[in-house]
C-alpha cells in the first residue's frame, strides 16, 4: 500500500523533532503535526523560560553579595513586564529556530492537533493523512487535583505568562517544579510559601540532598509548610486568594500555584481506535524499542512516563531513529542519567541515592560527605553552605551516586556525571588533580 508519509509525529517538542528530523535526513518522508507552539514544554513552558527566570531571580542575592568585594549598588528596582517580555522574544526566537530545522530536514509541517483515526491514519483540521508509522510524542500537562476552588489556582505554565507579580504566593507540591519556581518568585521579591503534604520535598533524591537543601531554602526567605495540604482556596474581595490548610490554619496571597505533577497529554489522540495501551495517568506502555501494543505505532518522551527530561527525550527519538532506519531494534540506557533542580541553591545528582545504594549493596559501601562555606560567602559575608557527597562500593572500589547542593552543581555534576558513567573508582577521583581555588575539586580530595 502506498502512504502519505512513512512517518507521522504527533508533538513537536524536542523528541519528536529530533526524531522526526534524523529519520526525515535518513530518507523517510516525515510529516510533524503540532498544535501549540514549536519546542514543546521545554522551549516554550519549561527549562529555557525556567532557567532564564532563575538568572533573574539570582540578581538580589548577588547585589548583596557585592558589598563585601567593594562594589557599591545604588537603589535596585526589578521590572517584571521587562522580564517576560524579553523572555517571550527568546522563546519566539527559539521556535523560529525549530521551525528552520523541520524546514531544512524536508519535514512536512501541520498545523493542529493530531488525532489517530487508525493504526495508520492521522487528521489534523479535518484532513486525514495516511502513513505507514506513527509517533506519539505529544508530552505532558501541568495536573490539579479537584477540590473547592482548584480552579482559582494557577499551574507553571500561566506563571510565565503574569500580568503583574503578587505581593504574596503560595506554592503547592513538592518536585523540583514547585522547588524552582519557589526560589524564583522569592528572588523576584515575593513572599513565597511552599505547601506540601510529604514530610519534606523532592522524594527520590537523596536524603542528605533533600536536608541540606531544605536549610538553604530557608535561609533564603522562603517559608516551608511539610506535612500539609490544601482543603479549599476562596476568593476575596480584591481578588486575592485564601487558602485554607488541613492544620485549621490560613494564608491569604495574591496567587496560588500548583505544581502537584503533569500527566500525559494523551486525552482526545484517538488511542481508542487503536490497541495501544495506557496507565491511569494517561501515559502510553511502550517495549523497550518505544513501540505501542499496535506494531505501526511508537511513542518517546514525557508521554510514555519514564525519565521525564528533554535529553532523555533527545536520547530516545536518536534510539528510534535507528530502528526505524536501519531495522536494529535499538534501546537505550537508563542508568545514571544526571539531573539538575535549580532551586537556590543548585542541586545535581547523578547515579544511586544512599537509601538506593544500600538496598543493592547492603553495608558494601563507603559514604564520602563534604559541608563548607563556599569561599565567595568569605567576603560576601553570607553563611550560605555547600554540599557534596560520594557514594562508593568497598569492595570494588565503584563510585555509584555523586550529589551537591550549591552553586554551579548542574555544570559541576555534568563532568562528574562521565566519570561516574565511565566506571570511575574513587581511586581515579583521589588521582585526579583538582582545580585549584574551585568547588569542584571537593570531589577529588574527599578522603574521610
Request: charged fraction near 20%.
Amino acid at each position: 500500500m502506498s502512504y502519505d508519509f512513512d512517518l507521522f509525529v504527533i508533538g513537536a517538542g524536542s523528541g519528536g523533532v529530533r526524531t522526526a528530523r534524523m529519520c526525515s535526513q535518513q530518507g523517510m518522508r516525515v510529516a510533524i503535526a503540532e498544535s501549540q507552539y514549536l519546542g514543546g514544554t521545554c522551549v516554550n513552558v519549561g527549562c529555557v523560560p525556567k532557567k532564564l527566570f532563575v538568572y533573574a531571580s539570582s540578581f538580589a542575592e548577588e547585589f548583596r553579595a557585592a558589598a563585601g568585594f567593594g562594589w557599591h549598588v545604588g537603589e535596585t528596582h526589578f521590572d517584571w513586564p521587562t522580564l517576560r517580555e524579553n523572555k517571550n522574544r527568546e522563546i519566539e526566537r527559539l521556535n523560529g529556530i525549530y521551525g528552520s530545522l523541520l524546514d531544512n530536514a524536508n519535514v512536512t509541517l501541520v498545523e493542529g492537533r493530531g488525532v489517530i483515526i487508525d493504526p495508520h491514519t492521522v487528521e489534523v483540521n479535518g484532513q486525514q493523512y495516511s502513513c505507514a508509522k506513527i509517533l506519539i510524542a505529544t508530552g505532558g500537562v501541568p495536573y490539579v487535583p479537584d477540590f473547592p476552588g482548584s480552579e482559582l489556582a494557577i499551574t507553571s505554565n500561566e506563571a510565565f505568562f503574569l500580568d503583574e507579580l503578587p505581593k504574596r504566593i503560595v506554592i503547592v507540591g513538592g518536585g523540583y517544579i514547585a522547588v524552582e519556581f519557589a526560589g524564583i518568585f522569592n528572588g523576584l521579591g515575593v513572599e513565597t510559601h511552599l505547601v506540601y503534604r510529604g514530610p519534606l520535598f523532592l522524594r527520590g533524591f537523596d536524603d542528605d540532598l533533600r536536608n541540606v537543601l531544605k536549610e538553604e531554602i530557608e535561609h533564603q526567605g522562603v517559608h516551608l509548610h511539610f506535612s500539609t495540604d490544601i482543603e479549599k482556596i476562596t476568593q476575596l474581595e480584591d481578588s486575592s486568594c485564601r487558602v485554607a490548610l488541613n492544620n485549621d490554619e490560613s494564608l491569604d496571597a495574591g496567587l496560588v500555584m500548583y505544581a502537584t505533577g503533569r500527566r500525559a497529554n494523551t486525552e482526545g489522540l484517538g488511542l481508542e481506535n487503536t490497541t495501544v495501551q495506557t496507565r491511569p495517568n494517561g501515559s502510553v506502555v511502550v517495549d523497550d524499542h518505544f513501540q505501542t501494543n499496535e506494531p505501526s505505532i511508537y511513542a518517546l518522551g514525557d508521554v510514555i512516563g519514564r525519565v521525564e527530561l528533554t535529553p532523555v527525550a533527545i536520547a530516545e527519538g536518536m534510539a528510534l531513529t535507528k530502528t526505524l532506519t536501519t531495522g536494529e531494534s535499538t534501546s537505550i540506557d537508563y542508568s545514571n542519567i544526571p539531573t539538575a533542580v535549580f532551586s537556590q541553591p543548585n542541586t545535581a545528582s547523578v547515579g544511586l541515592t544512599e537509601q538506593q545504594a544500600t538496598d543493592q549493596y547492603s553495608d558494601d559501601l563507603s559514604i564520602f560527605r563534604s559541608h563548607f562555606r563556599p569561599m565567595k560567602e568569605t567576603l560576601a559575608g553570607g553563611d550560605g553552605k555547600m554540599f557534596m557527597k560520594l557514594i562508593v562500593v568497598k569492595s570494588t572500589d565503584l563510585v555509584v551516586g555523586c550529589h551537591m547542593v550549591g552553586e554551579g552543581a548542574g555544570e559541576i555534576i555534568q563532568g562528574v556525571a562521565i566519570a561516574v558513567k565511565a566506571g570511575a573508582t574513587k581511586s581515579d577521583f583521589d588521582a585526579t588533580i583538582g582545580i585549584h581555588p574551585t568547588a569542584a575539586e571537593e570531589f577529588v580530595t574527599m578522603r574521610g
